[in-house]
């Protein structure tokens, strides 16, 4: 079974930082999921990514593969960023996603 | 993106009833959906992956009798949870993927508290 760990589990900082949470993980995957958790409990999906990097916006995720480890990255971070950000991890065939326990992200103005 | 709805939102109910929680694809025909469950302040976990027209399968210590999975057509599956028990209460949240490997479309989440 995979273990997905995150880093750090708590995070606060002040409006306009750069902002960058960890996902580690200890057994090879497919893909590697990036998620956004709102105080009311939805889900958004920020990234899917198997390999190199992604920009959407504001937002930057990378992967190694070979270290398997992930970082998402928060440029120019809004208070309105404040949420739960979510590591999760899917191996081969149709099994569904291995999560971290998340970070919860602070942006105070 | 697809969209994927949760009915009920909320649910409270008392010990010892049972809850259907309905998972609907509206944009896509779905041929295996996931259910997860998060307790508060920890992770999600896997509890069961649906599959259209035959049986869940599902994930290392949940009950199989306890959290019913029936996954009927393409855009709907339901997980009942028979007998519900304070310790059921939880967020519980589904996604649905085109295929492995791309991304997932979580629905909103059904919050259940068992008195």
């Known amino acids: 079974k995979n273990e997905v760990e995150q880093s750090p589990q708590n995070l606060t900082a002040q409006e306009g930082e750069f902002i960058t949470i960890n996902c580690s993980y200890s057994v090879g995957i497919s893909a590697l999921h990036w998620l956004q958790q709102h105080p009311g409990g939805g889900i958004v999906s920020l990234f899917m990514l198997s390999s190199g990097k992604k920009k959407h916006g504001r937002l930057i995720a990378t992967i190694n593969i070979q270290e398997k480890h992930s970082s998402l990255h928060i440029t120019a971070s809004h208070p309105r960023d404040s949420a739960v950000y979510i590591c999760?991890?899917?191996?081969?065939?149709?099994?569904?996603?291995?999560f971290g326990k998340g970070t919860h992200l602070i942006i105070q103005p | 993106g697809a969209v994927v709805s949760q009915h009920p939102s909320w649910v409270i109910c008392k010990s010892g009833t049972s809850v259907k929680i309905e998972c609907r694809s509206l944009d896509f025909q779905a041929t295996t959906m996931f259910w997860y469950r998060q307790f508060p302040k920890q992770s999600l976990m896997l509890m069961a992956t649906s599959n259209e027209g035959s049986k869940a399968t599902y994930e290392q210590g949940v009950e199989k009798d306890k959290f019913l999975i029936n996954h009927a057509s393409l855009t709907l599956s339901t997980l009942t949870v028979t007998s519900a028990h304070p310790e059921d209460s939880s967020f519980y949240i589904c996604s649905v993927g085109r295929q492995v490997r791309e991304t997932q479309y979580f629905g909103p989440g059904t919050r259940l508290l068992v008195l």
């Open positions: 999760a991890v899917e191996g081969g065939g149709a099994d569904g996603l291995t």
